[in-house]
């Protein structure tokens, strides 16, 4: 069965002001697929992210979603659009101030019509996928930066979304804790049938759960290559990528 297209991303330009960060982004993110934005540090990934989820207009093009572009539509349908993503930030963007449960809840007191118990037990129910069954009243001081993270991604999934977005998920956790939020990302991906796409410059998560890519190009200020980050490792003909992907060491001691 040919994939399915997710989002279409159409001659995508990305500036602040007059200063250009990317130009000319044409990708496909199919259904399913774990798609990672890659390149250096100031090359625009975050900038694409904001464009992807809502945050930032292009500066020209568009992304289509199911084949609806998002900017051409208007604000009440984008905002529709958008409540069918998740979004788990760097810092997990948790509310200190509130317990687990009551972050999780959140977006479902605010969306949804359902009684205080049932996004009681839909809340808990989420935050038991992520591993922190349990862990509905603690808050977020009192737990390690890896089940923050979980914690994060509970709330990101508590509408149900048909695309989850990370934004660096395993910075700042160590290479165990990493290991497992990647595992659970994959095993979410799996049993929820929604389609992944992360920001990373974490060389283990890309290679552990990335079937597809871009990579941005600081320096050109284009995506030069995308596929398979397993393939591109190998096979890429630009410099910088087999560089990124291989930090400079032999592609047999990556893997």
């Not at 975050?46 to 464009?51: H, I, Y």
């Not at 289509?64 to 788990?88: C, N, S």
């Amino acid at each position: 069965m040919a994939p399915r297209p997710k989002i279409v991303v159409k001659d995508m330009d990305l500036a602040y002001g007059d200063v250009m960060v990317q130009r000319d982004l044409n990708f496909t993110v199919n259904e399913g697929d774990v798609f990672a934005i890659m390149g250096r540090s100031g090359c625009g990934k975050s900038t694409l992210m904001k464009q992807l989820i809502g945050l930032k207009t292009p500066a020209r093009g568009d992304a289509w979603y199911d084949g609806k572009a998002l900017w051409a539509a208007e604000p009440e349908e984008r905002q529709a659009m958008v409540r069918h993503f998740g979004i788990l930030y760097q810092n997990g963007a948790l509310w200190s101030s509130l317990t687990l449960g009551e972050n999780v809840a959140l977006p479902l007191a605010e969306y949804t019509d359902l009684s205080e118990r049932d996004i009681h037990d839909l809340a808990c129910l989420k935050l038991g996928l992520v591993g922190l069954d349990g862990f509905e009243d603690y808050y977020p001081a009192q737990l390690s930066g890896g089940m923050r993270k979980r914690a994060g991604l509970a709330r990101a999934m508590a509408l149900d979304p048909d695309i989850l977005f990370f934004d660096e998920p395993s910075a700042g956790l160590d290479p165990i804790s990493s290991r497992r939020l990647d595992d659970l990302i994959l095993a979410l991906r799996d049993s929820l049938g929604c389609t992944v796409v992360i920001v990373s410059h974490e060389l283990a998560s890309i290679f552990a759960i990335a079937n597809n890519s871009i990579f941005l190009d600081a320096e050109e200020k284009r995506a030069i290559d995308g596929g398979d980050p397993k393939v591109l490792v190998r096979e890429s003909v630009h410099p910088h990528v087999r560089e990124f992907l291989t930090r400079g060491e032999p592609v047999e001691a990556v893997r």
